[in-house]
């Protein structure tokens, strides 16, 4: 095991196939979780080391889950220790493989004679696999994990959290097939586990996500494939077979470092026809800025100073950064309908209305000259949210921020609704 000076390391809790599981005496409620050199297939069937697999596979999954994280995902990850291990918050494992695949290959064509391969799953296709490696795996339904009736670290597996786990997969497999399309690259599927967090007993995204974990074909080319799949297709393994495994991995881990880097930094303008409407571009900054969005706020009229309304517009036009236009102006709006008659860049009308006027005011952002394209969505928050929209069609990071944001939406009701009928019962 690696060295951790830095940490007080108790017992073995548990030990799998490429990693162990460490209690950290000083840390409650945390683990430490260290990779191993070795690489498997078919539930160890076939089983060799790769040096240097162990520091590969944690910095793989360590950039994994704080792209999740930093999008909004839950997970049990904390912090990356060592080059070969990471701290973790304790889970107790949910005995379940959620694979979510984009395109049909491997065990599915098995399963499922006359589909061919290449088959492209949309909506991504969900199953599970009850983890039990001596009858290799089996193929579950919802139904049988309802009927299993876990409890896990006192939270008992019903509806909600199957539920929750589900549409955590698509989400967690959306977000990722995402980025790695930024690198030129299909992720065909990927599986993952879910833990219960024991101090929180919340269901969370735990284990790894590493090259054990996916498919992944460069520029759709199965050829070119870079998981671990490689190694499964050996017909015989020898020391140079080994070296070009270890070299796909290594491509993987160096590529998913890129992954946490936005391709295409876009940014938000909001422009008031009056400093009066600062609080209300306050909350679209305040609103931006939970979406990773950076965003200015200008103050111009369009009625009053239009040539400077005009040179602000050519001043973020011209240096080529992906930029959306907010226009606050209450009252007779002309400052939205100027910018959308002047520019090719986005424009969101989001007019401050007041409780005396805005029934009518609200009709200058509303009725638009024909020729003009400006959108008009009266919540700070909303507009942000469109905004974010917008710039996460070429920013896979803002993209990701929405998508978790949505499921975790989803979740929220999800738990209300749980917590409403447990009260009514």
Not at 136 to 156: I, M, R, T, V
Request: charged letters at 25%; hydrophobic letters at 40%; glycine letters at 6%.
């Amino acid at each position: 095991m690696a060295s951790a000076p830095d940490l007080k390391i108790g017992k073995k809790l548990n030990e799998g196939k490429t990693k162990e599981i460490y209690e950290l005496s000083d840390q409650p409620g945390h683990v430490l979780v260290q990779s191993k050199d070795q690489i498997t297939a078919g539930n160890a069937v076939r089983k060799d080391q790769m040096e240097g697999k162990a520091a590969i596979a944690n910095r793989t999954t360590s950039c994994v889950f704080r792209l999740l994280q930093d999008a909004g995902i839950k997970t049990a990850f904390v912090k990356q220790h060592s080059d070969t291990a990471f701290v973790a918050a304790h889970c107790e494992m949910i005995p379940i493989e959620w694979v979510c695949r984009r395109v049909a290959t491997g065990s599915f064509l098995k399963r499922n004679p006359g589909v061919k391969e290449g088959y492209r799953f949309s909506p991504p296709k969900i199953e599970m696999f009850f983890k039990d490696d001596a009858n290799n795996d089996p193929q579950w339904s919802e139904e049988q994990l309802l009927e299993a009736q876990f409890c896990l670290a006192g939270l008992s597996i019903g509806r909600c959290e199957v539920d929750i786990m589900s549409h955590s997969t698509l989400a967690i497999f959306e977000i990722l097939e995402r980025a790695w399309a930024t690198q030129n690259c299909t992720l065909v599927d990927m599986k993952i586990e879910f833990g219960v967090n024991v101090v929180t007993k919340e269901v969370v995204l735990a284990d790894v996500i590493d090259n054990d974990s996916w498919r992944l074909w460069p520029a759709g080319d199965r050829s070119q494939q870079k998981d671990k799949q490689v190694y499964r297709d050996l017909k015989e393994v020898t020391p140079e077979a080994m070296q070009i495994v270890k070299r796909n991995f290594e491509w993987v881990s160096e590529r998913v470092e890129l992954l946490l880097e936005p391709q295409a930094r876009g940014r938000v303008l909001v422009l008031m026809g009056s400093v009066s409407d600062l609080a209300h571009c306050e909350r679209i900054r305040s609103a931006c800025a939970a979406y990773g969005v950076p965003c200015s706020l200008r103050v111009s009229s369009a009625h009053k100073g239009p040539d400077e309304t005009l040179r602000i517009k050519a001043q973020y036009e011209g240096d080529g950064v992906p930029t959306v236009f907010v226009a606050v102006a209450g009252r007779s709006n002309g400052l939205g309908p100027v910018m959308s008659g002047n520019t090719v860049y986005p424009v969101i009308n989001c007019p401050p209305l007041t409780p005396d006027w805005g029934a009518q005011d609200v009709w200058s952002s509303l009725r638009m000259p024909s020729g003009l394209g400006c959108s008009t969505v009266l919540s700070p928050d909303a507009a942000a949210q469109f905004a974010a929209q917008v710039l996460g069609l070429t920013d896979h990071l803002v993209w990701s921020k929405l998508r978790a944001s949505m499921l975790n939406t989803w979740i929220s009701l999800k738990h209300a609704d749980q917590k409403l009928q447990g009260s009514s019962l």
